[in-house]
């Protein structure tokens, strides 16, 4: 049996670190991203320790400090068995927590606020990658250090640090519910930077200014200014806002996860039995209310023969490409979702036969103009040109039920595609052809 020598030993445990060090996530993104990343931390890290350096620590704060941690921690455990939904922007309600912290003590408690509590949530929780829970806990100390800054420079000259009584507790209010905005704008601001260099499709209307994420958002600012409120009266009170937090946090966990089944993972759009589902409801209300309405059947050319030939994986990301490129040309009100491997439908509430065929028309054209480079693989960097066909049908008296309108415009898409690729026909256009 060989025996190594202590060299060798040392040597063998050396390159395993390299190579465990190799293998991490992190090294697998790409270089600008990681760039932005690690460049955010280290800069988040030295503000933290020149703000350590230059902080006066005193007891009582240590106390409060303590005290709004353990609340924290406390509803990371009640909510440890709710699954996140990934992929999607998370909302812990920790935020609370920090704001609390921002504003009842000096800024360098808010930046180090993050560090325990994604340490425990690493620790119990064990889901996400690291490098992702790393860069978003840097973001919030740099949010909510800059909120605790914001904070006592309008004090200086607004407010006391008591909420006092009278117009003064409001304005005191107003300048706490200020300090939040602020802190939601830089951690945002960060996040959204990451996210476009990650994606360069990626739109901030999605992510953050769409209706859930709103209501979210003021629903998690509303509790963070009311139990900074009460910690400001009696740090002691604090406790009493711990079960409407948690309660909270279940509820918009569950909600993520909920509005998660309706989509289809691979394209953000409505899955086929959420889309006929939502469907149904708008075509009950156009025929109650005798309002018009449109259904349009988009098909992708020749989408079989592009997935014989350069493969599934390419045909995803076209899929995918198809899907986002609707997605933008689209309402807001019009509902969009996938209808087959490479079919998608759309509803079009309060819409005459004249302008769904003009807006299919407008669909049609932006798929036909734009290019598609393919990002990854064998076939990275080919480019593909895809068009669409479409077929539409409208509500009339005849027709009261949703099958027999999607019926009728799967129709009008059958004669489209046996007519010639990237053209529009209506359910009349054929009827004719057919008789």
């Known amino acids: 049996m060989a025996v190594l020598r202590p060299a060798e030993r040392a040597r063998g445990r050396c390159r395993a670190g390299v190579a465990h060090l190799t293998g991490w996530p992190l090294w697998s993104i790409p270089r600008p991203l990681r760039a932005y990343l690690l460049g955010t931390d280290l800069f988040t890290a030295a503000i933290i320790i020149f703000a350590m350096v230059a902080a006066q620590w005193r007891p009582s704060q240590l106390l409060i400090f303590i005290g709004l941690l353990t609340c924290g921690i406390v509803a990371i455990e009640a909510t440890r068995?709710?699954?996140?939904?990934?992929?999607?922007?998370?909302?812990?309600?920790?935020?609370?927590?920090?704001?609390?912290?921002?504003?009842?003590?000096?800024?360098?408690?808010?930046?180090?606020?993050?560090?325990?509590?994604?340490?425990?949530?690493?620790?119990?929780?064990?889901?996400?990658?690291?490098?992702?829970?790393?860069?978003?806990?840097?973001?919030?100390?740099?949010?909510?250090?800059?909120?605790?800054?914001?904070?006592?420079?309008?004090?200086?000259?607004?407010?006391?640090?008591?909420?006092?009584?009278g117009t003064h507790v409001l304005a005191w209010t107003a300048t706490v519910a200020a300090c939040a905005v602020i802190g939601w704008i830089v951690n945002n601001s960060l996040l959204l930077v990451a996210i476009r260099i990650s994606d360069k499709e990626a739109r901030f209307r999605d992510l953050f200014g769409n209706r859930e994420s709103i209501t979210a958002d003021l629903l998690e600012m509303s509790l963070a200014i009311s139990l900074t409120l009460v910690v400001a009266i009696n740090p002691i009170l604090m406790a009493l806002a711990l079960p409407s937090v948690i309660l909270c946090r279940r509820y918009l966990m569950r909600s993520q996860q909920v509005a998660q089944t309706r989509v289809d993972a691979s394209t953000g759009l409505l899955n086929p039995r959420s889309w006929q589902r939502e469907a149904e409801v708008e075509f009950v209300r156009a025929v109650r209310t005798s309002t018009p309405l449109a259904v349009a059947m988009v098909d992708i050319d020749d989408f079989r023969s592009v997935?014989?030939?350069?493969?599934?994986?390419?045909?995803?990301?076209?899929?995918?490409?198809?899907?986002?490129?609707?997605?933008?040309?689209?309402?807001?009100?019009?509902?969009?979702?996938?209808?087959?491997?490479?079919?998608?439908?759309?509803?079009?509430?309060?819409?005459?036969?004249?302008?769904?065929?003009?807006?299919?028309?407008?669909?049609?054209?932006?798929?036909?103009?734009?290019?598609?480079?393919?990002?990854?693989?064998?076939?990275?960097?080919?480019?593909?040109?895809?068009?669409?066909?479409?077929?539409?049908?409208?509500?009339?008296?005849?027709?009261?039920?949703?099958t027999e309108l999607i019926g009728a415009a799967d129709s009008a898409l059958g004669v489209a595609r046996k007519t010639g690729w990237n053209k529009i026909c209506l359910e009349t256009e054929s009827v004719e052809l057919a008789d």
């Open 307 to 402: 997935q014989e030939s350069a493969g599934d994986d390419v045909a995803s990301q076209l899929r995918r490409d198809v899907a986002s490129m609707l997605a933008e040309q689209v309402r807001d009100q019009d509902l969009i979702g996938i209808f087959g491997a490479r079919e998608f439908a759309i509803l079009f509430p309060c819409t005459s036969v004249a302008d769904a065929k003009r807006m299919s028309e407008r669909l049609r054209d932006r798929i036909a103009g734009e290019s598609i480079a393919i990002e990854s693989g064998s076939q990275a960097g080919f480019v593909f040109r895809l068009t669409v066909s479409i077929g539409i049908a409208v509500m009339n008296e005849s027709r009261r039920a949703l």
């Open 81 to 165: 068995s709710v699954a996140e939904v990934h992929g999607t922007v998370a909302r812990d309600l920790q935020s609370v927590w920090y704001l609390a912290i921002a504003i009842a003590l000096p800024p360098v408690y808010a930046m180090l606020a993050p560090i325990p509590l994604a340490g425990y949530r690493l620790l119990r929780v064990r889901r996400g990658l690291v490098y992702k829970r790393v860069f978003s806990n840097a973001t919030l100390s740099l949010a909510y250090g800059a909120a605790s800054v914001a904070f006592r420079i309008i004090r200086g000259s607004q407010t006391g640090p008591e909420p006092g009584s």
